[in-house]
């Protein structure tokens, strides 16, 4: 009896273990299906919305692609243009490459309105990149305006001699950002533009001519009309000085141990320092010959003896 019992037992749990196999393949099987049908579901759709944008993209890169071509011709045009200008190089640079930027711009946001980006969102784009940009390059943009109207009001020009934050030289190059100065001692010095804008500019080369300014001190005991036409004779002699303006030749002090005697002569801008340099050396070697006295400092010491 206890043998029969086990004998169905067992058939009982075999036919349950069958049972639960065979509904858990079933349910495998009925899970796989349906993922599978929404893989195919969602390529289907990704296919489908592919579809229908493919032609927006088509336009927007045959946007970018003939922009660019247009961008590059008028740039092209725009350069031959401004070469025939008497603007400076650098300005051309500077303009050139302010268009090509616009341009390039312009472009780029048409292709965006091609796939249908709201306008909103594209200035709100823009507008945050620029005040980023201009919140991180704050100097730098300072910098780049200031070059802007360097370029543009033209106070000075490459090859000009110019004073400027305590340097004096001659003006290598004018950038977007910097001025560089050569001084006479071969120093290269740059200055941010933004400073250039806001400085005071002393240019001696705008002018044809430029004046020389000197003084010379004789003593007391010195005819000082006889040392006034010695230094008249000299510039008359000099060729590199102009009659016109006429030279100035003055007496225009009376200091504690001199007179002074102001000359004041124009010359070319190329002659200046062969003009001033010149007139000093002669004027020595005149006063020595002729026995003027350039004086000098002089202290009177007086020494009392106690009684």
């Keep these: 009896m206890t043998s029969s ?6 058939i009982i749990t075999d036919t349950v273990i069958s049972a639960t196999d065979e509904t858990t ?9 349906e993922q599978v049908s929404r893989t195919a579901g969602l390529l289907e759709k990704a296919l489908d919305h592919f579809g229908r944008a493919l032609p927006t993209l088509i336009m927007a890169f045959a946007i970018l692609t003939v922009g660019v071509i247009i961008v590059r011709l008028l740039s092209r ?28 711009t312009i472009v780029i946001i048409m292709a965006l309105t091609a796939l249908n980006v709201p306008m909103s969102s594209i200035i709100t784009v823009f507008g945050a990149a620029g005040l980023a940009i201009s919140l991180a390059l704050q100097s730098c943009l300072s910098n780049l305006a200031g070059g802007f109207i360097i370029l543009f009001s033209k106070p000075f020009s490459a090859g000009d001699t110019i004073e400027l934050d305590g340097s004096v030289g001659n003006v290598k190059t004018i950038s977007i950002l910097y001025t560089k100065i050569e001084t006479f001692d071969g120093k290269i010095v740059s ?5 250039v804008s806001e400085a005071k500019i002393i240019n001696y080369t705008e002018s044809p001519n430029r004046r020389v300014d000197l003084q010379f001190d004789i003593s007391y ?3 000082f009309r006889t040392a006034r036409k010695l230094i ?3 510039i008359t002699s000099d060729k590199l000085i102009l009659n016109d303006p006429e030279p100035i030749v003055r007496m225009s002090a009376h200091n504690e141990s001199s007179v002074s005697i102001d000359v004041r002569v124009w010359t070319a801008n190329d002659n200046y320092s062969t003009v001033r340099y010149g007139l000093i050396e002669s004027v020595k070697e005149g006063f020595d010959k ?3 006295e350039i004086p000098f400092n002089q202290l009177d010491l007086n020494i009392k003896r106690k009684k």
């Excluded at 019992?5 to 067992?10: A, C, G, R």
């Excluded at 393949?25 to 299906?33: E, L």
């Excluded at 243009?81 to 190089?89: A, G, R, V, Y």
């Design 290 to 292: 002729n026995g003027i």
């Design 5 to 10: 019992t086990s004998v169905i037992s067992e």
């Design 77 to 104: 045009f725009i350069k031959r243009s401004l070469n025939k200008t008497n603007i400076d190089s650098a300005a051309k640079n500077f303009l050139l490459s302010l268009i090509r930027i616009t341009l390039y």
């Design 191 to 195: 200055i941010p533009n933004g400073k």
């Design 221 to 223: 005991d010195t005819d």
């Design 25 to 33: 393949a079933v349910t495998t099987q009925s899970a796989i299906s």
């Design 232 to 234: 008249t004779d000299i």
